[in-house]
């Protein structure tokens, strides 16, 4: 790492080192090209991350994982949809 000169003495962090994913990082239980699966598969798996660890009265910061992936893949008006399906309770997904 290259130091940013600053008076502080603090070093620069590359952008990639702090979660910010352009893409999705690779996931083998998704191989193929369409990463249709892929998104509303991390969509899941981070509202049932915040309800398990909530429930639990856990931290849930290691939920932003999920969060970060699906919001690579997803396209926005399928995360709305999704969003106001569960809050009409008529998501089809098992969170």
Not at 9 to 22: A, D, M, Q, T, V
Not at 43 to 56: E, I, M, S, W
Not at 63 to 79: A, D, G, M, T
């Amino acid at each position: 790492m290259q130091s940013s000169g600053g008076a502080d003495g603090e070093k620069s962090i590359p952008p990639w080192s702090r979660g910010y994913y352009r893409t999705a990082p690779f996931d083998p239980r998704f191989p193929n090209t369409n990463q249709t699966r892929n998104c509303y598969q991390n969509y899941l798996d981070y509202y049932r991350c915040l309800k398990v660890l909530g429930a639990k009265g856990k931290d849930t910061k290691p939920c932003q994982w999920y969060y970060r992936v699906y919001k690579s893949l997803c396209p926005l008006s399928w995360v709305r949809r999704w969003d106001e399906q569960r809050n009409e309770g008529s998501f089809a997904g098992k969170i």
